[in-house]
């Protein structure tokens, strides 16, 4: 849609743009009267001739912008690496296909406990505070844009367009990265490193095993890349019930598909979100401290109870009358012919061109080539927990055993060196830490606690260093000549001569 230049869409782009400077001044004033950030205090380190970097974040979504933000206002050094292009990264201008986010408006998200930097502020500054009044839900695509301001006003260093080839930690005190970027592959040294890597952070899409049977092009995970314009026209099929199965299937009827049908295993939806109920700030900063039982029973029972689709997901969907909400129908079997596909289920046979398995991500890091020389080394919950009989959860065993500072452990003490150095800030985070390293309510409070943690781990490695230093410092507090000391007394000086002579 073209916008004409009229005089009031400019006097409005010129209110917005204003107001938008104004906030960023507010908040370069905030930080200012912080002092922050801090001053690099990081000693500097070199291997084979490259300047090792503090912190390397391989990430720039929200949890890794976050993280970059609380390092430096630490007054650690952070570069962040991300695959996308700028500006998209994270899956809300890619792979999201909600028209809103699912989390109320309200919250702060990753503006780290300054008022200018929420995305409220952001909002009014542009737009007023009526128009924050009658917002209801925060849009995708405006949070993305949010997002991009929050890089450019922090003044944060991503790198786009840089993959991750390798990761190699390292017994003298670094970890080796290799990239590949537009200008060819490199190697840069980190002391830290830090996995922002999002929901599927450390493994991927998982599908069921009868979708490996099937021709690739009549198939899609939900998470996928793709252009549903393709759909027009054609019969599909969603495989799930979730937040993701909804978007999906609503995207694909709004591209013209000729027909929706939803297969859901289940033969109710869920109805209560659990792990909104559970969130408080106890939790928040409880859940680390916890006995292993509790950490697995709290985690197990959300993922028993399952987190039911956003209601205005599922109207979205509902007011669409080639839509088919199709409860107790688990899949059998698919056949493929000539004229599309043949899905078998308790409800009978249905036939389809196109099937989108929303079936969520699966903990592999093997599966990860970037992954392939710390994958055999990560301790994982398996070897640490054993539930009760009934309790069993595979996402949760084959979850990371995670440090306090979000840091991988190994599984055999000494077969890879360095492997603590290494930090998982991402979802398969949540049984160790709880859910702070990637969903919007804890996500400063997550960066906090892994910036304070990585702060405590940098200045405990150069402990001697910064000793030295502190005997070094010879900036005089006093200069002599601030004061005049007083003459003594004929008694003071008569006691100390006879003090003189009975010494002798």
Known sequence: MNVSLTASNIASATSSSAGLALLEARLQQDLAVLELPAKSWVPSLTREGSRVLDVAIIGGGQAGLAAAASLHHLGIGAVIYDQSPAGFEGPWATTARMETLRSPKKLTGPALGFAALTFRAWYEAQWGIEAW???????????????????????LDVRNEHRIDAIR???????????????????????????????DGLGGATVPPIAQSLPRECWAHSSDVMDYNLLAGLRVGVIGAGASAMDSAATAL???????????????????????????????????????????????????????????????????????????????????????????????????????????????????????????????????????????????????????????QQKQAGALPGLERVHCFCYPAVLSHGTL??????????????????????????????YLNMQRYVEPELNGDEWTPAAASAEEIAALVAATEGAR
Do not use: C
């Open 254 to 408: 709004e591209a013209g598909a000729a027909r929706v049908d939803l297969l859901i295993r289940r033969h109710e939806l869920p109805r209560v979100n659990k792990g909104k109920g559970a969130g408080s700030p106890g939790l928040t900063n409880g859940h680390f401290n916890l006995p292993d039982a509790w950490k697995w029973r709290v985690r197990h029972y959300i993922n028993q109870q399952q987190t039911p689709p956003p209601s205005a997901s599922v109207m979205r969907v509902a007011r669409h009358a080639n839509a088919r909400f199709l409860l107790g129908a688990p899949i059998n079997a698919i056949a493929v012919s000539e004229e599309g596909l043949r899905v078998r289920t308790p409800r009978g046979v249905f036939a389809l061109d196109f099937l989108i398995f929303s079936t969520g991500f699966v903990i592999n890091l093997a599966a990860r080539p970037e992954f392939s020389i710390i994958a055999p080394h990560v301790r994982t919950w398996s070897e640490r927990y054993t539930p009760p009989v009934g309790d069993e959860d595979e996402e949760l065993a084959e979850s990371p055993d995670l440090g306090p500072v979000f840091e991988f």
């Open 437 to 466: 390293s990637g969903d919007i309510p804890a996500i400063s409070d997550g960066a906090q606690r892994l910036a304070q943690g990585i702060a405590a781990l940098l200045f405990g490695e150069d402990i001697d260093m910064h």
């Open 133 to 155: 009044e009658a917002l209801d839900k925060i849009s995708r695509l405006q949070w993305m844009d949010y997002l991009r301001w929050y890089r450019r006003v922090l003044n």
């Open 169 to 199: 930690p390292r017994a003298d005190g670094v970890v080796e990265l290799s990239i590949s970027a537009p200008s060819g592959t490199f190697t840069v040294f980190a002391r830290r490193v830090v996995l922002a890597t999002g929901r």
